[in-house]
C-alpha cells in the first residue's frame, strides 16, 4: 500500500471532487432543494420577459465561489488538524507560549 502523501503527489487524492455527503438527512435536504430550485426556475421562464436564464447565470456565478470557500475551509481544517498532531507530539509547549505571551 502507498502512503498518503504518494497518492497526493501522483494526483490520485482529490479531496474537492471525492468529497460527497452520505447521510440521508443531506440527501434528503438536497432533493427538497433542487425541487425548490426547479420550480422557480420553472415560474421565471413563465414571466414576460423570461428570466430563467438569467437566473441560472447568476446562481452558476454564486456557486463558482463553492469550490474556493470549500478550499479554504480544507485548508483551515487540514492546518487545524496538524496543529493538533504538534500539540500532541509537543506536548504543553502551545501553553507555555501562550502564559509567557500574555505576561
Do not use: C, V, W
Not at 414576460?48 to 469550490?67: A, G, T, V
Request: proline residues 4%.
Amino acid at each position: 500500500m502507498k502512503s498518503i502523501l504518494s497518492a497526493l503527489y501522483e494526483g490520485k487524492i482529490f479531496p474537492e471532487e471525492q468529497y460527497s455527503p452520505k447521510s440521508e438527512e443531506y440527501r434528503k435536504i438536497y432533493q427538497e432543494h433542487y425541487r425548490h430550485y426547479d420550480d422557480f426556475i420553472e415560474t421565471l421562464s413563465k414571466l414576460n420577459p423570461p428570466l430563467d436564464k438569467r437566473f441560472i447565470e447568476i446562481m452558476d456565478e454564486q456557486f463558482d465561489l463553492i469550490s474556493y470557500d470549500f478550499s479554504e475551509m480544507f485548508i483551515d481544517g487540514f492546518r487545524l488538524g496538524a496543529r493538533m498532531i504538534i500539540d500532541i507530539f509537543q506536548g504543553d509547549i502551545y501553553i507555555r507560549e501562550n502564559e509567557s505571551s500574555s505576561k
